[in-house]
């Protein structure tokens, strides 16, 4: 039986109408590959509290929830582990984001987002995106 791994991930969307990647870090899993930012959600949490949390300690931004608009999700089986990761869209939030935890950091316009090598999860998320956010 595979595991199911619970990940939320969200597409910041600055004023330009662009969509902030992080490259994982090397020391993680799929180092160098670019993805959303987010985490695991955690025990007892909602994917909206994981967001919160994870965008304030990985990118040093505020996230209110009423700015969290869900999207759509990815399913996808790895080698070993099965990943389930709702994808949210945001447009407003408090500070700079700035990568807290060794990541670089890109402001990518939606049609170039495939110019990125992503993990396998990731790359399906893309056409919700175009279609949310032209240019």
Sequence with gaps: ??????????????????????????????????????????????????????????????????????????????EDFHLFMPLYICRRWEGVPTGREGQNLKWVRPVRLRDYQMPAADEPLIPFLLDLVPG
């Design 1 to 78: 039986m595979t595991r199911t791994v619970f990940v939320a991930a969200c597409a910041l969307v600055d004023v330009d109408g662009r969509i902030l990647l992080a490259q994982r870090p090397e020391g993680k899993s799929m180092a160098g590959l670019w993805e959303f930012p987010g985490g695991k959600v955690e025990e007892g949490e909602r994917p909206e509290e994981t967001l919160i949390r994870e965008l304030h300690e990985e990118l040093g931004i505020s996230v209110n929830e009423a700015c969290l608009a869900p999207l759509t999700f990815a399913s996808h089986v790895y």
